[in-house]
């Protein structure tokens, strides 16, 4: 980037702050392994059309939310809900766009917000952690509550929830109650959050919020992707609803996996999340599913019931979640997908819906190990770019001898290219590890287009991550 463009970027960026007119951002989800789990969500909004843009009352109630894979928006949609069932004002608005002068105005703000990746704000949150957390307010005259979503199975449980609790505090703003923490979509945390909304809505007799129920579907096919990959085994599965009005969603979406075990309630397993790798106009529902192995070498919960556990024209409970934040965008901009592994699934969901709207500037990166075996849709792939129907492919095998080389290494290599193309309106899809591939590759961004330049991408909803 020459120094004009990085100025103008970084100017952007400044106006954008000091305006804090953000643009709604997204998203959605680590499909199995981020803080953000353990629930689903419908098709949400960050703010009420009633009320959005509208002068502020100190009467009303702000509810706010900063999820990574809907289900914090999910849960501020409930939250909204009941607050209007009993006559409350409410303003609802996820946090990117939320400017202190909102903040000013709110006697009452509740807060539904998530952690993913290694105790990391949501992408959504990471302007408002960094410029409004960066010192404490005067919010002395709010009160506020905090729903914080987590898992305890990663160290920073909560970090996000814990860190703006505490903003909040030092802020002057007063606890309305102490903050709650949820462990994967724990229910009695869950319920003791609604039943404190609604005590505020005045219906306190409301009944309790439940899980959203599953749908049947049929295991239609499973096949093994990558026989003889030194890898985990990986399986193209693919699931047909009982009833054909359920083949409905976007690419980005999630499906949500109810595993069943012999001798236990369904109901009392948590459920597990997928990318979903195709669009409803292929006539299934198709994942791409490593198998997880536990420290005895017995199957993982979810992959073992998908992959072993569960038979060939059997049932599946199954439920989609919108995941809007992923979806591709609908004008025929550039997009570069980067993913490894089994993120292929949703970046090539994204590139069939792409595909099926005509629009070919596509650049794909893809990583896996040993190029003779680990071939996970690949060779469509191949097909796609000689086509014309994308028009980069850029396929990286770590383990084919020489130096060990990853997605991010060839995303440095083409820096120009990267450079130009997002110079053209280009949109950036991130979809795969969270561990190694994610971080690595915002950091050649970051190396390659500065800083601003991606905060930018950020803000605009540009660059978004299905990681996991």
């Known amino acids: 980037m020459n120094g004009a463009a990085a100025q103008a970027t970084a100017a952007a960026l400044v106006v ?29 909004r960050g703010g009420s059309d009633d009320t959005r843009g509208s002068s502020h009352d100190t009467d009303g109630i702000l509810v706010v939310h900063a999820s990574q894979t ?37 006697s009452l703000a509740l807060f539904i917000v998530s952690t993913t990746g290694e105790g ?32 305890r199975d990663y160290e920073d449980f909560c970090a996000f929830g814990r860190e703006l609790d505490h903003w909040l505090r030092t ?34 007799e409301a009944p309790d919020w439940v899980r959203p129920t599953y749908q049947s579907w049929t295991l239609a096919e499973r096949e093994l992707l990558n026989p003889g990959s030194a890898g985990g085994a990986c399986y193209h599965v693919a699931l047909v609803p009982d009833d054909p009005a359920l083949l409905a969603w976007d690419a980005g979406d999630i499906v949500e996996i109810g595993p069943r075990r012999a001798g236990v309630d369904p109901a009392s ?3 597990r999340e997928y990318s979903i790798a195709s669009i409803p106009a292929d006539g299934a529902l198709h994942l791409v599913v490593r198998q997880q192995r536990r420290a005895d070498g017995t199957p993982g919960l979810g992959s073992g019931w998908l992959t072993e556990g569960a038979s060939v024209g059997g049932a599946i409970d ?55 075996v680990d071939r996970l849709h690949v060779d469509e792939l191949e097909r796609w770019r000689d086509a014309g129907l994308i028009e980069r492919l850029d396929l990286v095998w770590s ?34 590890s969270l561990a190694g591939m994610a971080p690595a590759v915002d950091a050649v961004l970051r190396d390659v287009l500065g800083d601003s330049a991606v905060e930018t991408l950020v803000v605009t909803g540009r660059y978004r991550r299905d990681v996991y």
């Open 399 to 432: 383990r084919d001898g020489g130096p060990l080389r990853y997605v991010q290494d060839s995303l440095h290599e083409s820096g120009d290219a990267v450079r130009r193309v997002v110079g053209q309106g280009a949109s950036i899809y991130v979809c795969g």
């Open 171 to 204: 802020s002057g703003a007063r606890p309305a109650l102490d903050r709650v923490d949820v462990d994967n979509g724990d229910e009695a945390a869950l319920r003791h959050w609604q039943h404190a909304v609604d005590h505020w809505s005045g219906t306190p």
């Open 318 to 372: 199954v439920r989609v979640r919108r995941n809007v934040g992923f979806h591709a965008p609908k004008d025929d901009r550039p997009l570069v997908l980067i993913g490894n592994g089994t993120g292929v699934a949703g970046l090539r969901a994204l590139l069939r819906q792409r595909i099926a709207r005509g629009h070919h500037r596509n650049w794909m990166v893809f990583g896996e190990r040993h190029s003779q």
């Open 70 to 106: 809907g289900f914090a928006t999910e849960l501020a949609s409930r939250t909204e809900a009941a607050l209007r069932a009993g006559g409350r004002r409410v303003e609802a608005l996820s946090i990117d766009m939320l400017s202190p002068e909102v903040l000013a105005s709110a």
């Open 269 to 271: 397993l948590p459920h």
């Open 16 to 44: 954008a702050w000091a305006g804090f007119t953000f643009f709604a951002l997204r998203r959605g989800r680590p499909p199995e392994s981020g803080h953000d789990t353990g629930g689903s969500s419908p098709d949400t």
């Open 120 to 151: 990391d704000a949501p992408d959504m949150a990471m302007g408002f952690q960094r410029e409004l957390m960066a010192r404490p307010a005067s919010l002395e005259h709010m009160s506020f509550g905090v729903l914080a979503l987590g898992d």
